[in-house]
């Protein structure tokens, strides 16, 4: 069968049982956007191509999905770069067409021209451009197969407009590529390790990551931790892959970690960490962190192993594979916690947990930013697909949303992209239309892609905007007031749309709410409606995300706000 | 932790970018390549990278698991810790003068450099060995006057599998 670049393409995407693109066209794309013209597959037309890459991600995260987007050349392909290195921080499968000039002009300075595999090359986990039309079906399988396999990551394919012209044989039961998945290697002898270690701990705990909801590991985690009385804490991307309401979860670790949670990691003698890299804003201080624990470090990734802290065994592998052969040595040779030791540590957890809640102080006069979101909770009952932008709003999220389920809470973790949440929601929802899907946001970052509000109305893609407006750029504000004496240079974001008017000028509802009472009825109002919602909530504007710990200092350092306990 | 010279030799698929990918991943990530050298195997889509870098074992293991993560790496191997032999090679040119070319002509039978070209004006000689040997070489030429030189990296291979 003799087709098109272009159809070729579709053909390909199609039998990736790829449903949906997210993209915007140009120049060396036309065909191609022809083509899908001719087409059924569903194109979501966004605003900046930053958006459709988010929106890719949301998608990608929600689902487990690889994520799809189309671009053009030049300034369409080099808009589309933080939303690639977003994913590939927190380890993302999408596959990112861009556009391309034709071949003979490459390396001319054409128009819209850019070299766009060397931009991406640091960003992606791999990438493409097709030179001529014989490689393009392959290319394409393989772009799709490296960016789910192993440790997943986004794959750029650059398209030079000739190619998608020209046409060729095409038989899709005879495309080659290279295969990468690793297949899994149980380690018995590194089982018995961890049995013994475990057999020795009287204080164990189970640090959990976004490698878990990656690998789909969660219920082999969940069963681990209950089934043996093994408490868990989580990093930011692990957040979902335990159950947040489950009486051994502590809370997210680190930087705006839980009290709880840090105080565990200081104090545990075997810590299982899995699907995690020990990134700085988890760690504190490298030579404290789980100083008195040894370390096992589950992990799919070779270069995550004593990248950053060094441990006493890792095992490289899958994390739903390698729990599950864990679990099943556990049983096998009939490993059972000693009830007395046990008890011991979760009671002294329950001690730090009672001792330093994760809480705060909601008078009647101002919205409390965690109250909104604990409100939002109460009301959804926690079934709702959460998203966030980056800052205060990011951590309170992780605080104060108990997520009870992986894929259910979507955030750029790595990379800390403002301006990701709102186009993140709108891949989440094309995804789950009947759930609800709610961007947390801040002033700040909802203005760096507040554009998309157009692409969620033309679509009627009801996300529900609940923004924590405090009029400054919070978490910068924050450590302006922490560590420079309150000199508030240029976080000051007073000067600020009308969020409601500006919501009802793209076509979605604006609400507001300026006083706590007011918080539940925006809300319900809000969740009810099947449209795109923005709500503006008016939040006390100095309000620090607590505890604390400060750049450079132990974990177990924790600044408490005004219930100040420094350990 | 000390700090000693590396020679890590490294399959790759031979694509346009696959250097670029390479110096990519290690310059972004702070670590310098000292010597490298590229050509295909025996299977031309089959290419071999020998590169020098300097770092302590952690680093280099480090590199090396970066590396490893590369779609386009086949396999890395760090021949520091077993038995190979390295080999670099050196092209010199020497400018002739009526003055010298007597010099140069005795140096060359006396040393057993090997003569690539000889004209009125000038000698190219080769000059192949460790990195040893081509310092000692390069250290006797010198005094008889070098025009140009071209030296590769360094190249190695295990002496058993």
């Known amino acids: 069968m003799k087709l098109k670049g272009t159809q070729i393409l579709l053909e390909v995407l199609k039998e990736e049982n790829a449903d949906i693109i997210f993209g915007y066209p140009g120049g060396t794309v036309l065909d191609i956007y022809d083509q899908l013209y001719k087409s059924d597959l569903k194109h979501i037309l966004v605003r900046h191509e930053q958006g459709a890459v988010h929106a890719a991600d949301g998608y990608a995260r929600a689902t487990g999905k690889v994520g799809v987007c189309l671009v053009t050349s030049g300034p369409g392909a080099t808009n589309t770069v933080t939303g690639i290195a977003t994913a590939n921080m927190d380890s993302i499968p999408l596959v990112v067409f861009t556009g391309q000039v034709p071949t003979s002009l490459i390396g001319n300075d054409a128009f819209q021209e850019c070299d766009i595999t060397g931009i991406t090359r640091p960003c992606t986990k791999h990438n493409f451009l097709v030179r001529n039309i014989e490689e393009l079906a392959s290319t394409i399988k393989e772009a799709f197969h490296i960016a789910r396999s192993g440790r997943p990551g986004p794959v750029l394919v650059d398209l030079p407009k000739d190619v998608m012209a020209t046409q060729t044989d095409y038989d899709p039961a005879n495309i080659k590529f290279r295969n990468y998945e690793v297949a899994h290697k149980p380690a018995p002898k590194k089982m018995a390790n961890v049995f013994d270690m475990l057999q020795a701990a009287k204080k164990p705990l189970i640090m959990t990551g976004g490698g878990v909801i990656l690998g789909k590991a969660s219920e082999e985690l969940t069963h681990l931790s209950r089934k043996y009385q093994i408490p868990v804490t989580g990093t930011l991307m692990g957040l979902g892959s335990f159950p947040g309401s489950d009486g051994l979860w502590l809370g997210m670790l680190g930087m705006h970690g839980t009290y709880y949670a840090n105080m565990a990691i200081s104090h545990c003698d075997f810590l299982l960490a899995v699907g995690v890299r020990f990134d700085d804003r988890v760690t504190g201080t490298i030579e404290t962190f789980a100083a008195n624990a040894k370390i096992v470090h589950i992990d799919i990734d070779p270069s995550s192993i004593n990248k950053n802290v060094t441990v006493d065994l890792p095992i490289i592998g899958d994390t739903k594979a390698t729990l599950k052969d864990l679990l099943r040595f556990l049983e096998e040779h009939h490993y059972a916690q000693d009830a007395v030791s046990r008890k011991t540590w979760l009671d002294e957890i329950d001690e730090w947990r009672e001792k330093v809640p994760l809480t705060y102080c909601q008078n009647d006069e101002i919205i409390k930013p965690q109250y909104v979101i604990e409100t939002l909770h109460k009301l959804t009952k926690g079934d709702a697909l959460i998203t966030t932008e980056v800052g205060q709003n990011q951590m309170w999220t992780a605080q104060f949303f108990q997520f009870d389920r992986p894929n259910s809470f979507i955030s750029s973790g790595g990379l800390g992209t403002m301006g990701f949440g709102l186009p993140a929601a709108i891949g989440v929802k094309c995804a789950f239309p009947d759930k609800h899907v709610v961007d947390i946001a801040g002033d700040g970052s909802i203005q760096m892609n507040i554009q998309e509000l157009a692409t969620a109305a033309q679509y009627n893609i009801a996300v529900k905007i609940v923004l924590l407006n405090n009029g400054y750029l919070g978490m910068v504000r924050q450590w302006q007031e922490l560590f420079y004496e309150k000199r508030y240079s240029h976080t000051d974001m007073t000067y600020a749309p009308d969020f409601v008017k500006l919501a009802e000028a793209f076509g979605i509802i604006g609400l507001r709410a300026t006083k706590p009472s007011e918080v539940e009825t925006v809300l319900k109002q809000g969740l009810s409606v099947h449209k795109p919602v923005l709500m503006d909530f008016r939040v006390s504007r100095e309000e620090c995300v607590y505890p604390m710990v400060r750049p450079g200092e132990s974990i177990s350092q924790m600044t408490l706000g005004s219930r100040e306990i420094i350990n | ?161």
């Not at chain 2, 290690?26 to 889509?45: A, E, R």
């Not at chain 2, 280099?60 to 698991?65: A, C, D, K």
């Not at chain 2, 005094?143 to 140009?148: A, K």
């Open chain 2, 1 to 161: 932790m000390e700090k000693k010279a590396h020679v890590i030799s490294i399959l790759v698929h031979n694509k346009p970018d696959v250097l670029a990918r390479i110096a990519g991943t290690l310059g972004g990530k702070g670590y310098n390549i000292d010597s490298l050298c590229v050509n295909t195997t025996t299977q031309n889509d089959i290419s071999k990278i020998v590169m020098t870098t300097a770092g302590s074992q952690a680093t280099v293991t480090r590199i090396e698991n970066q590396l490893q993560r590369l779609v386009d790496v086949i396999s890395v191997d760090d021949l520091t810790n077993v038995e190979s032999i390295y080999r670099e090679m050196v092209l010199v040119r020497l400018n002739l003068t009526t003055q010298n070319s007597e010099t140069v002509k005795k140096a060359i039978d006396m040393n057993k450099w090997k003569v690539i070209v000889s004209g009125d004006k000038y000698v190219i000689v080769e000059i192949t060995g460790d990195k040893t040997q081509i310092d000692f070489s390069l250290a006797r030429l010198e005094p008889l006057g070098i025009t140009d030189i071209t030296r590769t990296g360094l190249i190695a291979l295990k002496l058993e599998d």
